[in-house]
């Protein structure tokens, strides 16, 4: 299946949700009301609802950790060979339970090794990481969910390889100290938190940007000896500062949950890079194409950032299987930019960080 442009199923967009109204005060039901109006975003909005619905019963279950049974311990493996810890498995139950009233053609999650086809009219599939930056559930550091959402082909066997520009939405959830809801319908990035207190998503923040340039980069520096030049120019030059290439200081942050470091990056700009190295296994990185480099990719470009293999836009790839590994680079558009440029362009290696780096070089360790 080749890229699409354009998401034809909403092309009857009702009026910018939201567009009245004073952040804090509407809820996500209402928010997405308006959505329920016509045909295929009416399955659009109950998948989100449902999603939302699952997101209170997986809070409950973070928040409250060893005290509701969860111990963040591994349980066995995901079909894919991934480590799968007991809050995975609860989380992925959770979900697949509050979609059960949601019109949807075909379902895939991380913790399962095919989808399941449900109603074969319905006109949208869903695919869901239950439980991202799970090695964090017993840290009691930030983790998530994420969901992307596309519309249904006639044939069901192809639901899961299409283009990124088909999704018709995508979102995540952080469970942390706020639980939120990040999400975009393709009109902008909105992002609501659960007022505890009422149990409902509110509307906090509208349209979120972020900003063209980053002073703030993320990479798991521990891999450094793996990477290929052009990830080791790029941090480099980050590491190099006001002295280096890009003329200023950076900051460095590693949380290890892909949902905590897109909320940073939509909340104070920066850049993340999760790219393919040298270890086993980890020739087109470690995070998912279906389940969460698109629909964080959906996410940052609505924002205005930009997401990146280091060599294509990760929104036209059309993945080839279910659970496909990519490489992501994601956030602000210069830095993204940047990365590129650097991958496109070795010769620029050599003299990006030069004389400052020209002692250690970039290919010594
Ligand atoms: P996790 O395996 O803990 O679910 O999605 C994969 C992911 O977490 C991301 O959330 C996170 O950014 C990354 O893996 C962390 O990987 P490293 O441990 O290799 O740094």
Redesign the pocket.
Known sequence: MGCCTHRSVLTNRPETAGADVTTGQLRLESYLERYFETAPLAAVAAAIDGIATAALEIESLTSRGQLSEISGLATGCNSDG?IQKDLDVRADAIIRRALSKAPIAALASEEAAEPEIRDPRARICVAV?P??????IDLNVTIGTIFSILPAPDDLSAAFRQCGTAQLAAGFVTYGPQTSLVLTIGEGVDVFTLDRTSACFKLVRRRVRIPARADEFAI?VS?RRHWEAPTRAFVDECLAGADGPLGRDFNMR?I????A?AYRILTRGGVFL?PSDARPGYGDG???LVY?AHPMAFIIEQAGGSASTGHDRILDLVPKNLHQRVPLVMGASDEVRRIEELYSRPELIASSTAPLFARRGFFRI
């Open positions: 991934d990481d439980l991202d930056g799970s090695s964090n798991n891999n590693w290890g949950s892909l949902v470091e999760y470690r995070l998912r969460e």
